[in-house]
């Protein structure tokens, strides 16, 4: 595993569709895992293929409670709205208000290509409109409402505690 270099926004890539994956290469296998991998060391919910320079319709979610992987996701079903502030690996530093639908469900391939659907509210939803927008060449900026703006991140390192070996 690796991570890879997230693209930022200007980049062409950003803004082309991506194909379909047919099957599961180990190229394939090895790009999932970097994802994964960049998305954590970047402290993302989400991460695009093409975010990392692949136009591959693979996404890689994690809202804290474990990751998702999804390959050729579509959206089934969508209802309410939440609007709430939003940001992208992509465009570091910057976010903005969004409007995106409460509810979501999805189908996708897994990892063994078997097909599975998922359903998500609240975060989970905007992480699936968030990511699949990417699939398509879109990034939230066409959606935010009112001005991209700059973000502090105010995040205090908890302080390490050494474990006690036994």
């Known amino acids: 595993m690796a991570t890879r270099e997230i693209r930022i926004m200007g980049d062409e890539v ?13 190229r394939i296998r090895e790009l999932i895992e970097d994802m994964l991998e960049t998305m954590y060391e970047a402290n993302g919910v989400g991460l695009a293929a093409p975010q990392v320079g692949v136009l591959r319709r693979i996404v890689t979610i994690d809202i804290g409670e474990g990751p998702v992987v999804m390959i050729n996701p579509e959206i089934m079903e969508a209802s309410g709205s939440q609007t709430g502030e939003e940001g992208c690996l992509s465009l570091p530093g910057k976010s903005g208000a969004v409007t995106r639908p409460f509810y979501v469900k999805a189908r ?20 699936i409109c968030h990511e699949t927008d990417h699939l398509d060449g879109h990034m939230y900026v066409e959606k935010v409402e009112g001005e991209v703006h700059d973000v502090n991140y105010d995040v205090e390192d908890e302080p390490e505690q050494e474990e006690e070996e036994a």
Not at 14 to 26: G, Q
Not at 109 to 118: F, K, P, T
């Open 108 to 127: 996708f391939y897994n990892e063994e290509m078997q097909l599975c659907e998922i359903e998500g509210e609240e975060l989970m939803a905007r992480a």
């Open 14 to 26: 950003l803004t082309k569709p991506c194909r379909p994956v047919k099957e599961i290469t180990p």
